[in-house]
């Protein structure tokens, strides 16, 4: 029997999780770079940042001198240089997707408008990072950094364009670039002509990376070029974006019109027959950029999440005190509307989603860092072996994905039973490591940017609600207003939910990620028998629920013997993709925990226990509300596209009972009636219902799994209830550690 | 001149937490305590960011930090304080908190301070708070400095300069509002800080991530101290008052002055 239902007592969380329990949550326990930089983060954002927030500085959108002194603040704390190499006049070493990451969080936890002001500066860095020429990388990389007596040099990204091109269709380019001189034997000079749509940083962005499209015969395709303030022609920031949300970031509507050196292509370029030939057309630099940029937008939406915790619980505890009526000691003044069960569970609702997002998208940066070098490896590898361009390294990789999953099988098995050398030479291929980690990147990235900022943005309105009026006003603790409103851009720009739930019901029937996917249900299981209290069972039943749900819809049919699953059938892939983001957060949420669970003793000096038992609570609690969106949006699309089976179809209706006929059965068989189909009257009537109740012989299994995952459910309410007594129950400072 | 700075410095709770006496006649303690999070102890910090700012301007000055405190939180707070200087940590693992006996953390900190093979009275500026955050007590320093054999000591410190002669100038709080300025001929000497004058540095994680490269062996090899508890403790309880916090950072001092005799006055 699991340890929900036994629910021998347990302990209580004593105060709010520490940094000493994030950093091991989280695994930076060793990584004192980041726990540095996240002290150096929080002073600015909880100081300053909280500060101007405070003062009214989000009333407007124009880009005013307090806002842009951020700016300053964010060099001084090494935000603006995290990005950069040591060479470059950056400090930390390796790859950077979990700083920034730990960036973005912690000054969403005030205001994500900084953070997205803070990242917008990487993002316009980003084309250069990944795909530059070891000159414009060692270039504008070492511009950006802060230096004393300079203020660095800021970037901005630009690829959105008035309507009616760029959006979240990328292809749709109106920038255009042609060549304006190409003077013999010397470098083509390209004139560049690009309107940009609410491009960030644009109100002081010394050069940006803007997307555009070949207008001339003498250029192949697209690509993305760096444009500078200075450049001969119009630099024009254009007008500011009335926005309603992240106003401590600057967006405009900018125009160029400039004359650039052919060196500025991003990544450089051939001449080929007399043609320009970029080496990487704007979508294979754009791809490269938000995969790693999008994970830690979606920790914005996280933050806010967490954030709220706090102040909630202050706000409910202290709503009665002072009150004539209500004496000190009384359970009113001592608990307040925590007395309130719909209170304290909604408040754990918040939190396990604001922990499971968290997990999802710091697993999802740590996986980035992870695939970095793997990736150069792999490309130095291919390099090699004389593989060349995008296409014929495609095809290379194509070709060994039958040994990632080979390899990924062999993860499954008992190291007893596998052929270890073989294993060991697999673990060791870096094409190998590359496949496997790309499959799981392609999936966590947009999961990570759907769910945290989808998801988050439905509970951050939770969150408001909780606080009643204050909720929606200035003087709401912790911004919650702000924050909620500010989730829905989260949800939007870098490519909207669409973009994501498109990407992801391509990558998630890729076979290799289905592999780990099975050996994760598999690890679910091993877990659950051991913690069953973290839900990890409930969790491995919905994985199984989805896995065959998708297998199933990759040959059925819908009542018109339309194919179910293809690209162009939103309504199946869509809703199956955000089923997935449901079970991929609860996953790295049971995960987070189990590693607390084995880190934490020597590292977490007092109410570990506690500490533990309670999020194992959330786990649980995340992993039913999982299981039940699963089994929701597995159910509808399964019998969604069924059709309806109706009195009218006589293959039905010939096997119904007569009202009389089943009535004299009964009699000699007592209980018969109730393994019989439907019953039509004497007068020939049926039940008054749409039709003959659905069957589905074909469907057997998957009925039975969803009866399966229903009783996995036990216990989850009871992790609710516990959770809900801890929260009455802990400690919380007697302020927040910021204005409001 | 250069100088060997040596600060003692403990760890106090943040003041934003909820700090709740738990009463044991031996071993009181707060409510939690190791799970707070913490601060360096204000006024010692404000002793380390002169230390750090006298290192500045006198090449070849050292910085050290002596520290008693558990060692986990030791290492937390360190990825701030790190940021703000350039020093050296000998760390020692043992209780912190309010409920320590100044004697016993006094004894545990000079002999930490005894011990270490480079020390050079002839350069040694001893630099701590003049009185803790948490035990408040104000009588560590003088005990170390005494068990120290320094003679010269000065409480409630707010300026050091040094003059051409290599002569210290020293001004000490003093009742009523005033400063009293000693001329010192030199080093060793102990001085005890109130505020001082200077703002906090900004955080730096170039700096800290220079300064954890001797931190970290540090804190790993930390000494294990037990403290002998001597005093009795008969009550514990936070003061009667109600306690009002508002956060607010950077408000200028008259406008905090305003507010508050406008709060008196009602
Ligand atoms: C404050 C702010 C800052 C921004 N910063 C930048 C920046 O720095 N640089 C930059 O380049 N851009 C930036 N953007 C632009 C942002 O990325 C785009 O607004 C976003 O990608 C959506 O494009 P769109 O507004 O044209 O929406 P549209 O393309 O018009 O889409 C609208 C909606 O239609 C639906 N939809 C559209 N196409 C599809 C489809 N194929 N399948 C299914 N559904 C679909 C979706 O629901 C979508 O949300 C910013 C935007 C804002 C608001």
Redesign the interface.
């Known amino acids: 029997m699991s340890a929900s239902t036994t629910a021998p007592r347990r302990e209580h969380l004593?105060?709010l999780p520490?940094?000493?329990v994030r950093q091991v949550l989280w695994r930076f326990a060793d990584r004192?770079?980041l726990?540095?930089?996240?002290?150096?983060v929080r002073?600015v954002a909880r100081?300053p940042v909280a500060?101007l927030v405070a003062q009214g500085g989000r009333h407007t959108h124009d880009w005013t001198p307090e806002k842009h002194a951020l700016l300053k603040e964010f060099d001084?704390?090494?935000i603006t240089a995290a990005y950069l190499e040591p060479e470059e006049g950056g400090?930390l070493e390796g790859p950077k997707n979990l700083a920034l990451a730990l960036i973005a969080f912690e000054l969403a936890w005030v205001d994500a408008g900084a953070a997205t002001c803070s990242l917008a500066t990487h993002l316009g860095l980003a084309p250069i990072h990944e795909r530059g020429t070891p000159e414009q990388r060692r270039h504008y990389m070492s511009l950006a950094a802060p230096a004393p007596g300079r203020e660095p040099k800021r970037a901005a990204f630009a690829l959105t364009e008035p309507i009616p091109y760029v959006g979240v269709e990328t292809g749709l380019l109106g920038g255009k670039v042609r060549i304006a001189e190409w003077p013999e034997g010397g470098e083509p000079i390209l004139e560049v002509s690009k309107r940009g749509r609410f491009i960030t940083n644009m109100a002081f962005a010394n050069f940006v990376t803007a997307a555009v499209d070949s207008a001339d015969p003498r250029i192949k395709g697209s690509c993305m070029v760096i444009l500078e303030e200075d450049d001969p022609g119009i630099f024009d920031r254009g007008t500011p974006t009335r926005k309603l949300v992240h106003q401590l970031s600057a967006t405009n509507d900018p125009v160029f019109q400039l004359r650039v050196p052919a060196s500025r292509i991003v990544g450089g370029y051939t001449v080929q027959d007399g043609v320009i030939v970029p080496n990487y057309d704007h979508s294979a630099i754009i791809e490269a950029v938000f995969r790693r940029t999008r994970v830690t937008v979606g920790l914005m939406t996280s933050a806010k999440l967490l954030s709220a915790i706090e102040p909630l619980i202050r706000y409910h505890r202290d709503r009665f005190r002072g009150a004539e009526a209500v004496p000190p000691g009384s359970p009113r003044y001592e608990l307040g509307l925590q007395q309130k069960e719909d209170v304290t569970h909604r408040l754990i609702d918040i939190w396990a989603a604001g922990e499971a997002s968290a997990s999802l998208g710091f697993a999802a940066a740590r996986l980035f860092d992870e695939l970095d070098p793997v990736e150069r490896e792999k490309d130095r590898m291919l390099a090699e072996q004389g593989v060349r361009g995008p296409l014929a390294a495609h095809k290379a990789m194509r070709k060994r994905q039958h040994e990632a999953i080979e390899f990924i099988e062999m993860q499954g098995h008992n190291q007893a039973l596998r052929n270890e050398e073989r294993y060991q030479q697999l673990a060791a291929d870096p094409v190998i490591r590359y496949l496997v980690l790309d499959a799981q990147a392609n999936v966590l990235c947009p999961a990570t940017k759907l769910w945290n900022t989808g998801h988050g943005s439905v509970m951050m309105r939770e969150a408001v609600s909780l606080m009643g009026g204050y909720g929606i006003t200035e003087d709401c603790p912790g911004f919650l207003g702000y924050k909620w409103m500010d989730s829905q851009l989260e949800a939007t720009y870098e490519g909207p939910e669409a973009v994501q739930r498109r990407q992801l019901s391509v990558t998630m029937t890729n076979e290799v990620f289905l592999a780990q996917f099975r050996n994760w249900i598999h690890e679910m299981r091993q877990i659950a028998s051991v913690e069953p209290g973290t839900g990890a069972c409930t969790l491995a039943s919905a994985m199984h629920l989805w896995l065959w749900t998708l297998e199933h819809l990759q040959h059925a049919r819908d009542a018109q013997g339309q194919k179910l699953y293809q690209t162009s059938r939103h309504g199946v892939t869509f809703p199956m993709a955000d089923a997935l983001c449901w079970l991929l957060a609860s996953r790295c949420q049971i995960l987070d925990v189990e590693n607390l669970r084995r880190e934490g003793p020597g590292?977490i000096?007092?109410?570990f226990e506690g500490t533990v038992q309670f999020l194992t609570d959330l786990c649980h609690v995340q992993a039913a509300r999982a299981a039940g969106e699963v089994a929701r949006i597995c159910s509808e699309i399964v019998y969604g596209y069924l059709r309806h089976p109706s009195w009218d179809d006589s293959p039905q209706c010939s096997t119904c009972f007569e009202e009389v006929e089943l009535r004299q059965i009964e009699s000699v068989v007592p209980g018969a009636s109730g393994f019989t189909s439907e019953v039509y009257r004497e007068d020939g009537a049926h039940d008054t219902k749409a039709g003959p109740c659905v069957r589905a012989p074909g469907l057997n299994d998957f009925a039975r799994l969803r009866a399966k995952l229903d009783g996995c459910l036990a216990g989850a309410l009871l992790a609710k209830d516990r959770a809900a007594e801890s929260v009455q129950k802990v400690?919380?400072?007697?302020?927040?550690?910021?204005?409001q | 001149m250069n100088y060997q700075i040596i600060v003692c410095g403990g760890l106090a709770p943040d003041p934003l937490q909820t700090l709740e006496p738990v009463f044991d006649t031996v071993n009181p303690s707060l409510r939690n305590e190791l799970m707070l999070p913490f601060v360096f102890d204000p006024w010692a910090a404000h002793a380390l960011y002169e230390a750090g700012h006298l290192a500045k301007q006198r090449p070849g000055t050292t910085v050290r930090v002596v520290s008693l405190a558990p060692k986990a939180k030791l290492q937390q707070v360190m990825m701030t304080v790190a940021q703000k200087l350039p020093f050296e940590l000998v760390a020692l693992d043992g209780p912190g908190g309010g409920f320590t006996d100044a004697r016993a953390v006094a004894a545990a900190l000079a002999e930490a301070i005894a011990s270490m093979p480079d020390l050079d009275r002839a350069r040694l500026l001893l630099f701590g708070g003049w009185e803790s955050a948490t035990r408040g007590a104000g009588a560590v320093m003088q005990r170390v400095a005494e068990r120290l054999g320094i003679r010269e000591q000065f409480l409630a410190v707010d300026e050091l300069s040094v003059a051409e002669d290599g002569s210290l100038l020293i001004k000490e709080r003093i009742e009523g509002g005033r400063h009293q300025i000693s001329r010192c001929a030199g080093p060793p000497a102990m001085l005890a800080w109130a505020t001082g004058s200077l703002p906090e540095p900004p955080n730096h994680p170039q700096t800290g991530m220079a300064n954890m490269r001797v931190i970290l062996p540090a804190l790993q090899k930390a000494k294990t101290v037990t403290l002998a508890q001597t005093a009795e403790y008969l009550r514990a309880a936070l003061p009667a008052a109600v306690r009002q916090t508002r956060v607010v950072k950077d408000v200028p001092a008259a406008e905090i002055a305003r507010e508050l005799a406008e709060w008196i006055r009602q």
């Open positions: 004593p105060a520490g940094d000493d004192y770079d726990q540095m930089l996240v002290q150096s002073a100081g500060r001084a704390a090494g400090f590292r000096q007092q109410g400690m919380i400072p007697a302020a927040l550690d910021y204005p």
